[in-house]
């Protein structure tokens, strides 16, 4: 019982940096259509620079807001000088997705030049333990799902407090009516793939504080969270978190009790199963 | 007798690849470029069907080559199943799991289909590695090892003399060239290309979009899953490395650079993208990053590839042409699959009332 909760409860950590990773996926998908390929590798590339600035002295209060920033300039600048000359095109959605590939092998080939093929570590968010009514609870658990919640709230509060953010529900849902009442729909598509990788900076830094970081984590990241987008609804972010606590704590159990090898096989295995019966998703609807 | 330029580019291609290294002797470099060659064009135009022409954005291709390439390895060095009869079940086998992995997905959109498949990849690759993978035989991380060479009459080819193993790449690429120009000029091929253009229109004249992709998924994978097999004879050994990125990296420069549905503008592509890979071999950590780039610069310059950028290609159903294309899509020829949606026959058109 008692492996039973902290397994239950790193689930849970893990839980809420895929919900964080997914809603970037599905934000993105939902507003603009684009499918990110880059989108792991945003995430590895967060680690490595966080890993930088740690080297050159500073804590995780000024480094987080750093890389944070940094991704989101990336991810702007990526929208701007390679999705948005595409949109035009006849085929765009291949070669949005053949292009996001092409900065995807850009990007971890540049990791994989500077940093070389090592692991790299981060220092621990927190350390320790704190025995709560019996149960030991690891505080890198609790800090990570207390950074990762903060995060979601923020972007909640963000998409339905600010104007950019009405603007970039009002595309995702018709992004005709948006343009007649004068929103821009490119600032906006440049806008969500910047906060996207944002999010992602904050899922890699979160989760490099955990495991390691790697030139080649961003493609199991990647599935992972288009497995979760995908079960919870392409373009639902309340299916994303729900579908992000299920799967993660399938996860967790599946690594516990059959091997961790065994994950992404389960994982799959119930997305084809959920595609045959309900294509949409949990939450999601087509369009 | 007209013959249409794909056609004409294919045979000069073949011819090509069978003469120059006549003029180059024995030159092991050059014959195994040519050789590494005939098995790119053969998978990326394989996929360049699937992709360019049914417009599904796959990305299980090199699943499919592995499956190939593996179910031939281990029928030949387990069972000792002859490499001619491997070649053929790795087809079939990866046939059968492009039709597994078709049903589910196919009738899905573009960027599920890709993860999805993506997703089939990064399975086989990590299946072939793990216990379930070696309890069937795959060797695990080691790979299979010994993988014997195919034999003609008494004759058994060998690692040393790459002559025959060149004419036999030659021979399946004009076979498989040869079956994926007459899918795509074919009724089937025409039904793509209105499907691709404009879905609505074609579903409203009665194409169906999901039995004809499902078809050209399983051809597709037929293709690349044979040449798959014959890859895994002509080295002799299998491995999980085969299914890694670089495979994948190549062919997608293959297809940007060839065009997306302009056949056989990747074929012709796999040859100088080959021979830069190897030149590239200085630039060790830099490689992706140089393809990378290319890939990224190709698609925003020359979204059409170089071929469709010089005004070839077989773009086929744009503006008035797209109509009549329709027409011979829908109109069934004998033996065609049938379309779901059936065409009044004027017969059985009510008469209006006077």
Same mark, same amino acid.
């Given at each position: 019982?008692?492996?039973? =909760?902290?397994?239950?409860?790193?689930?849970?950590?893990?839980?809420?940096?895929?919900?964080?990773?997914?809603?970037?996926?599905?934000?993105?998908?939902?507003?603009?259509?684009?499918?990110?390929?880059?989108?792991?590798?945003?995430?590895?590339?967060?680690?490595?620079?966080?890993?930088?600035?740690?080297?050159?002295?500073?804590?995780?209060?000024?480094?987080?807001?750093?890389?944070?920033?940094?991704?989101?300039?990336?991810?702007?600048?990526?929208?701007?000088?390679?999705?948005?000359?595409?949109?035009?095109?006849?085929?765009?959605?291949?070669?949005?997705?053949?292009?996001?590939?092409?900065?995807?092998?850009?990007?971890?080939?540049?990791?994989?030049?500077?940093?070389?093929?090592?692991?790299?570590?981060?220092?621990?968010?927190?350390?320790?333990?704190?025995?709560?009514?019996?149960?030991? !609870?690891?505080?890198?658990?609790?800090?990570?799902?207390?950074?990762?919640?903060?995060?979601?709230?923020?972007?909640?509060?963000?998409?339905?407090?600010?104007?950019?953010?009405?603007?970039?529900?009002?595309?995702?849902?018709?992004?005709?009516?948006?343009?007649?009442?004068?929103?821009?729909?490119?600032?906006?598509?440049?806008?969500?793939?910047? %906060?996207?990788?944002?999010?992602?900076?904050?899922?890699?830094?979160?989760?490099?504080?955990?495991?390691?970081?790697?030139?080649?984590?961003?493609?199991?990241?990647?599935?992972?969270?288009?497995?979760?987008?995908?079960?919870?609804?392409?373009?639902?972010?309340?299916?994303?978190?729900?579908?992000?606590?299920?799967?993660?704590?399938?996860?967790?159990?599946?690594?516990?009790?059959?091997?961790?090898?065994?994950?992404?096989?389960?994982?799959?295995?119930?997305?084809?199963?959920?595609?045959?019966?309900?294509?949409?998703?949990?939450?999601?609807?087509?369009? | 007798?007209?013959?249409?330029?794909?056609?004409?580019?294919?045979? !000069?291609?073949?011819?090509?690849?069978?003469?120059?290294?006549?003029?180059?002797?024995?030159? =092991?470099?050059?014959?195994?470029?040519?050789?590494?060659?005939?098995?790119?064009?053969?998978?990326?135009?394989?996929?360049?069907?699937?992709?360019?022409?049914?417009?599904?954005?796959?990305?299980?291709?090199?699943?499919?080559?592995?499956?190939?390439?593996?179910?031939?390895?281990?029928?030949?060095?387990?069972?000792?199943?002859?490499?001619?009869?491997?070649?053929?079940?790795?087809?079939?086998?990866?046939?059968?799991?492009?039709?597994? !992995?078709?049903?589910?997905?196919?009738?899905?959109?573009?960027?599920?289909?890709?993860?999805?498949?993506? *997703?089939?990849?990064?399975?086989?690759?990590?299946?072939?590695?793990?216990?379930?993978?070696?309890?069937?035989?795959?060797?695990?991380?080691?790979?299979?090892?010994?993988?014997?060479?195919?034999?003609?009459?008494?004759?058994?080819?060998?690692?040393?003399?790459?002559?025959?193993?060149?004419?036999?790449?030659?021979?399946?690429?004009?076979?498989?060239?040869?079956?994926?120009?007459?899918?795509?000029?074919?009724?089937?091929?025409?039904?793509?290309?209105?499907?691709?253009?404009?879905?609505?229109?074609?579903?409203?004249?009665?194409?169906?979009?999901?039995?004809?992709?499902?078809?050209?998924?399983? %051809?597709?994978?037929?293709?690349?899953?044979?040449?798959?097999?014959?890859?895994?004879?002509?080295? *002799?050994?299998?491995?999980?490395?085969?299914?890694?990125?670089?495979?994948?990296?190549?062919?997608?420069?293959?297809?940007?650079?060839?065009?997306?549905?302009?056949?056989?503008?990747?074929?012709?592509?796999?040859?100088?993208?080959?021979?830069?890979?190897?030149?590239?071999?200085?630039?060790?950590?830099?490689?992706? %990053?140089?393809?990378?780039?290319?890939?990224?610069?190709?698609?925003?310059?020359?979204?059409?590839?170089?071929?469709?950028?010089?005004?070839?290609?077989?773009?086929?159903?744009?503006?008035?042409?797209?109509?009549?294309?329709?027409?011979?899509?829908?109109?069934?020829?004998?033996?065609?699959?049938?379309?779901?949606?059936?065409?009044?026959?004027?017969?059985?058109?009510?008469?209006?009332?006077?």
């Amino acid at each position: 019982m008692r492996e039973f =909760t902290s397994v239950l409860i790193s689930g849970l950590s893990n839980a809420s940096v895929y919900a964080l990773l997914a809603m970037g996926l599905a934000l993105v998908y939902g507003v603009s259509k684009v499918f990110n390929f880059a989108y792991g590798s945003f995430f590895s590339l967060a680690g490595y620079l966080a890993w930088v600035l740690f080297s050159i002295g500073l804590g995780y209060p000024a480094v987080i807001p750093l890389v944070v920033i940094m991704l989101f300039v990336l991810g702007a600048g990526a929208d701007r000088l390679f999705i948005r000359p595409l949109r035009p095109q006849k085929e765009w959605e291949t070669l949005v997705v053949i292009a996001t590939l092409g900065m995807a092998l850009i990007l971890d080939g540049v990791d994989l030049a500077v940093f070389g093929p090592f692991l790299r570590e981060l220092p621990p968010l927190v350390g320790g333990t704190t025995t709560v009514g019996g149960f030991v !609870i690891s505080n890198l658990d609790v800090a990570i799902f207390c950074a990762a919640a903060a995060t979601i709230g923020a972007l909640l509060l963000f998409l339905s407090k600010t104007k950019m953010g009405l603007a970039i529900r009002a595309v995702a849902q018709d992004i005709d009516g948006a343009q007649v009442v004068g929103i821009k729909h490119n600032t906006v598509f440049t806008y969500t793939f910047a %906060i996207a990788a944002a999010l992602a900076a904050v899922a890699g830094i979160l989760l490099a504080s955990r495991y390691f970081v790697s030139y080649k984590a961003g493609w199991d990241i990647l599935l992972k969270a288009w497995v979760i987008t995908a079960v919870g609804g392409m373009g639902s972010l309340m299916g994303a978190a729900i579908a992000a606590v299920g799967l993660a704590l399938l996860e967790a159990v599946v690594a516990w009790k059959i091997g961790a090898s065994l994950t992404t096989f389960v994982w799959f295995g119930l997305l084809i199963v959920l595609f045959i019966f309900r294509p949409q998703g949990i939450m999601g609807r087509w369009g | 007798m007209k013959v249409r330029r794909e056609l004409l580019l294919i045979i !000069i291609l073949t011819i090509v690849a069978g003469l120059v290294p006549l003029g180059f002797g024995d030159d =092991t470099f050059v014959m195994r470029i040519i050789i590494l060659g005939l098995i790119y064009a053969v998978v990326g135009s394989a996929w360049d069907l699937i992709m360019g022409y049914a417009g599904v954005f796959t990305f299980g291709q090199i699943a499919f080559f592995g499956i190939g390439a593996y179910t031939t390895a281990i029928l030949s060095t387990e069972y000792g199943v002859s490499p001619w009869l491997g070649v053929l079940a790795g087809g079939v086998m990866a046939g059968a799991v492009g039709v597994l !992995i078709g049903l589910p997905c196919l009738r899905l959109k573009g960027s599920y289909v890709a993860l999805l498949t993506f *997703g089939v990849h990064m399975l086989f690759a990590a299946f072939v590695v793990s216990s379930l993978g070696v309890a069937i035989g795959t060797g695990g991380s080691g790979g299979i090892l010994g993988i014997p060479p195919f034999s003609i009459g008494g004759y058994r080819l060998d690692a040393l003399t790459l002559g025959p193993w060149l004419y036999l790449a030659l021979g399946f690429f004009a076979v498989s060239m040869l079956i994926i120009y007459k899918v795509i000029f074919s009724h089937t091929g025409t039904a793509f290309i209105a499907l691709r253009d404009n879905e609505q229109l074609a579903q409203s004249v009665g194409v169906s979009s999901y039995r004809y992709k499902l078809l050209v998924f399983a %051809i597709s994978a037929v293709l690349t899953g044979s040449i798959g097999a014959y890859y895994a004879h002509y080295t *002799g050994f299998v491995s999980g490395r085969m299914l890694g990125l670089d495979m994948f990296i190549m062919l997608m420069v293959m297809q940007v650079a060839g065009g997306l549905g302009i056949f056989p503008g990747t074929a012709i592509a796999a040859f100088p993208v080959l021979l830069l890979n190897e030149y590239l071999r200085v630039a060790d950590v830099y490689r992706p %990053i140089v393809f990378g780039a290319m890939v990224l610069l190709l698609v925003l310059f020359l979204p059409r590839g170089l071929l469709g950028t010089l005004g070839g290609g077989s773009d086929g159903l744009t503006s008035l042409g797209r109509i009549d294309g329709l027409r011979r899509a829908v109109r069934r020829p004998r033996g065609a699959p049938k379309t779901d949606v059936e065409q009044p026959s004027p017969d059985t058109r009510p008469e209006p009332e006077p």
